[in-house]
């Protein structure tokens, strides 16, 4: 790995000019070239891509405009270092390097605003051109090994992958699968990860025990619905978009079966008890923040979580009660023709007939109207409730590297101490060998404490751009749903109108 | 409660009283043209007293006694019915009248409790906008970003549609509800009156059985005579008038019904269309600015 980043020489000098004017790392400049490559090697335990490209930019998270007035210059560099670290080794099925630089090659006119978000998003803005969609819900098997298959299509023009549009037929247990490795490799270096869709024990099990009654069916189309959304937001995510796992999701027909996901399985256990230490270890660390921003972040997305809980239960609420409106309207429509029907005047018999066609319609606009205040609002309420305590647990992974960085240090100190305290002991047999095995450990603890610092910044680094990514995503996702909504009440309306101005003139016509 | 919150709920509140007047004073001009409209009864010196006394009428409200007495007057009533109803009537117009009754009150009485459940419902939906508004004030207000704007508007939409959602339940309930609720009540009062006259039939069989059996032994006949004559009297006057009120009963119910639909629908396509418009604007606005 570290040969691959000593690749292109010309551009390493770049970057070292770069490294020296900021100096940041108090290490010295030759150790530069390795330093980034080193940190890439340790932090990712698995196989992944993502903070590599960052670490490489981010230098100084005060000044991030640094990099603004040295623009040209980090062209080159960013490029070259997409092309040398860009496909990590774990992506050896997939094409070589080139491949994933050409979409940005092309878009070097386009680099030259003077915000480094916005390089981010022209980026990511101009590459995503995905498309997935998830579709056919099928029952497969029976009783109660019996599972949904649902058909994963993916569109896209990016050549990454092996073809432009493909198929493969996943299980509900597979997208867990996917969320969880995602959540194992990314969450713990500060990426939000979209969550995936909840398990539902009571959903699954009668559409297992074969009711194909309507309840059944509704529990399915939320489902596909869930799971189309939650790829749609995984792979808007430029990083998660290039890991492999997603990839192996979205293109190979066989995978191997997420047996992890179960909730009644050891792995389950697992997850319960560690969720439960989470809870407590929250509790007990009390962070000094030095950095502002992230405390009124955090606040915000707190204010946030609990706002849109409360219009999620409104909408929920209302979505509830206007499937009731379209019942009782059905109900009332059947009543209206019975009285109809024993008038024995006729216009007016014609006429509460009528009445009762009118309301029959508009009860089944009212039940189209619930449906697009669920799917379209009410979801999307959800979602977002669900990522932003994504968001939390982002903000809880730093406090915990932060954690991890003071201890570390801590226990430097101590050794220290315990150092300076064999300086002033009076056993010299015992003094050098005891010296030597502390120096070691004191060495071994310095560069924990170095790593674990280096390890915080960079969280810190990569919050920070995920946050601003995630709010912009969040604005666009509400205005443009919000907007869809607002044109399906439109539609009812409209709907309305052209149904009560067909029934008027029967009304008048009763003599 | 913050001053905004106190202050819708004022307006709610006072929208509330206000839809619940209009229904109460619709229903009494119903009822007094009705009694107006009746060549009868508009001659009843009580009507006369209740339009033109221009003081305090100090109506008293029925005590306990009476109530209870009324309550067994209809216990007694309802037996007598069932006992009554099962005579065959010669005239065919009446049979067929009680039959039509029977049912019609039935259905009425079904549609009417629908009606209202419907009604509710979108009531309650109503309300459930209304919430969907504060919440989405209070997160216009806190948010930052581009979508406080957004929100702000959105929210503003739903209050203007939501004032139009309850305006559209309460005016169905007036239009529609009392509508129903009314030949509810109408239906059943008809039935009554063919009670009224079945029972009078009843005596009148009672009285030819009585004449006959006074002829027979020739005792009493002069009174079993005068109380026949009075009894068929009695019931061939209930009959006419039986038969001119449920013909009156039939043009006023269609004509009240004509009226209350064509009202419906009016209504129903002027709170659409106003709606309609809101949302239209709105949705412009918003696509607009972003």
Known sequence: MSDRARDPPPERTDFEELEDADDLFPEPAATEESGPASLTAEDISTNSNGPKQDSQFDEDPEDLFAEATEEVSLDSPERDVLLSDGPSPAITPITPPTSVITPCLGHDD???????????????????????????????????????????????????????????????????????KLASKYLH?????????????????????????????????????????????????????????????????????????????????????????????????????????????????????????????????????????????????????????????????????????????????HQDQANADFYLFSELLGDYVRLITAVKGVFDHRMKTWQKWQDSQMLLQKKREAEAKLQFTNKPDKLQQAKDEIKEEIEELDAKVQQGERDFEQISKTIRKEVSRFEKERVKDFKTIIIKYLESLVQTQQQMIKYWEAFLPEARAIS | MTKEEFTKMKQELEAEYLAIFKKTVAMHEVFLCRVAAHPVLRKDLNFHVFLEYN????????????????????????????????????????????????????RVKDASAKCDRMIRSHKSASDDINRIASSLYTLGTQDSTDLCKFFLKVSELFEKTRKIEARVAADEDLKLADLLKYYLRESQAAKDLLYRRSRALVDYENANKALDKARAKNRDVLQAETSQQLSCHKFEKISESAKQELIDFKTRRVSAFRKNLVELAELELKHAKGNLQLLQSCVGILKGNT
């Not at chain 1, 000094?288 to 219009?311: G, I, M, P, T």
């Open chain 1, 189 to 365: 270096i500060g990426y939000i990860v979209p969550p995936a869709p909840e398990k539902s024990i009571v959903g699954m099990t009668k559409v297992k025990v074969g009711k194909e009654d309507q309840s059944s069916n509704e529990f399915v189309e939320k489902r596909r619905s869930a799971l189309e959304r939650y790829l749609m937001r995984t792979v808007k995510h430029p990083v998660l978009r290039k890991d492999p796992d997603v990839m192996q999701f979205l293109e190979s027909s066989d995978l191997p079966r997420a047996v992890n996901t179960q909730a009644l399985s050891s792995a389950g256990l697992l997850r319960m008890v560690n969720k439960a230490a989470d809870a407590v270890n929250k509790m007990t660390i009390k962070m000094n923040e030095s950095d502002a921003w992230f405390e009124e972040k955090q606040q915000h997305f707190e204010n946030l979580d609990v706002q849109l809980r409360k219009l999620h239960a409104s909408v929920e609420s209302l979505v509830c009660h206007r499937k009731e409106l379209s019942v009782n309207t059905a109900q009332f429509a059947k009543s209206a023709a019975m009285l109809g029907n024993s008038e024995d005047h006729t216009a007016l018999s014609r006429a509460l007939s009528q009445l009762a066609e009118v309301e029959e319609k508009i009860d089944q606009l």
């Open chain 1, 110 to 180: 386009m680099f030259t605003h003077s915000s480094f978000d916005e390089i981010e998003e022209e980026e990511g803005g101009d590459l995503f051109d995905m498309h997935i969609a998830v579709s056919d819900p099928e029952k497969v098997g029976d009783g109660m090994n019996a599972y949904m298959a649902y058909k994963v299509t993916t569109k896209t023009p990016m050549s990454m992958f092996k073809r432009g549009e493909f198929s493969v037929k996943r299980r509900f247990s597979d997208f867990l699968g996917l969320h969880s």
């Open chain 2, 55 to 106: 003081q305090d009428l100090s109506v008293r409200g029925k005590n306990k006694k009476e109530k209870l007495e009324d309550f067994f007057k209809n216990v007694v009533k309802s037996a007598d019915g069932v006992l009554v109803g099962g005579v065959k009537d010669v005239d065919d117009f009446f049979e067929h009248e009680k039959t039509f009754l029977l049912e019609y009150h039935n």
